[in-house]
């Protein structure tokens, strides 16, 4: 199984300012995806990621919002930007790959906006 | 478009019990279907999945789930709870094993709790 990191793991920030959030995976892997869990809900998916393409949102989510990065096939980052307290949520990356069903997941970022 | 539906946000079970939960779900194309677990401020582990073939899959600590689908269920069981059991148990659909047909859609999870 792949071993994904995140970068925070969690962070407290201002409205109005942005964050940006970084998932490192120790293998190369074809797509990456980023979600979203609000307090004490399921996980939601803002967008995929495929390496030199641009991201695919889902809807209700933009990329001025939620702008993403797939620089190589190992690394990709999300940016919160404009934050307010509505954005309090934990993001995660996940990553798929081959033939092989399922995506393995990151441990999170957990963001509060004050 | 798909969606899965898990009834029900806790539940409850002496240790040593039947765990049962339920997952039951909606796909316009052959599903893919997956148990996650997520522990207290971690992120989400894969449990079990149902890509094709054997409708009764074994996953890791002694879970399995059985596809049905003429009841469009995919229900998680564990014959025997152990404390270490208690966490947050999401199903998951997706209409493939890989590209953007992998995308995971996720029930709301439910929170199983295991009493001494």
């Known amino acids: 199984s792949a071993v994904i990191s995140q970068k925070p793991s969690r962070d407290i920030c201002q409205r109005g300012t942005s964050l940006t959030i970084q998932c490192q995976v120790d293998?190369?892997?074809?797509?990456m995806f980023w979600y979203r869990q609000q307090p004490g809900q399921s996980l939601t998916l803002i967008a995929t990621?495929?390496?030199?393409?641009?991201?695919?949102?889902e809807s209700g989510f933009v990329i001025d919002k939620f702008p993403i990065s797939r620089p190589n096939l190992t690394f990709s980052t999300l940016t919160v930007s404009n934050m307010s307290p509505e954005d309090s949520s934990i993001y995660l990356c996940?990553?798929?790959?081959?033939?092989?069903?399922?995506?393995?997941f990151g441990p999170g970022t957990r963001l509060t906006v004050l | 478009a798909q969606s899965v539906t898990q009834l029900g946000s806790h539940v409850s079970v002496s240790e040593g019990a039947l765990v049962l939960l339920r997952c039951n779900y909606s796909?316009?194309?052959?599903?893919?279907l997956f148990w996650y677990v997520q522990y207290p401020n971690q992120g989400l582990q894969l449990l079990l999945k149902?890509?094709?073939?054997?409708?009764l899959v074994k996953g890791i600590n002694g879970f399995e789930a059985e596809f049905k689908k003429s009841e469009t269920s995919f229900h998680l069981t564990k014959p025997s709870a152990h404390m270490s059991d208690a966490a947050e148990y999401f199903c998951?659909?997706?209409?493939?094993?890989?590209?953007?047909?992998?995308?995971?859609?996720f029930g709301k999870g439910i929170t199983l709790s295991v009493r001494p």
């Open positions: 996940s990553e798929s790959t081959g033939g092989r069903p399922g995506q393995f």
């Open positions: 293998s190369q892997v074809t797509m």
């Open positions: 990621a495929n390496q030199g393409s641009e991201a695919t949102y």
């Open positions: 796909s316009s194309v052959p599903p893919y």
């Open positions: 149902y890509t094709t073939g054997a409708t």
């Open positions: 998951a659909v997706s209409a493939g094993p890989t590209g953007a047909n992998s995308k995971l859609t």
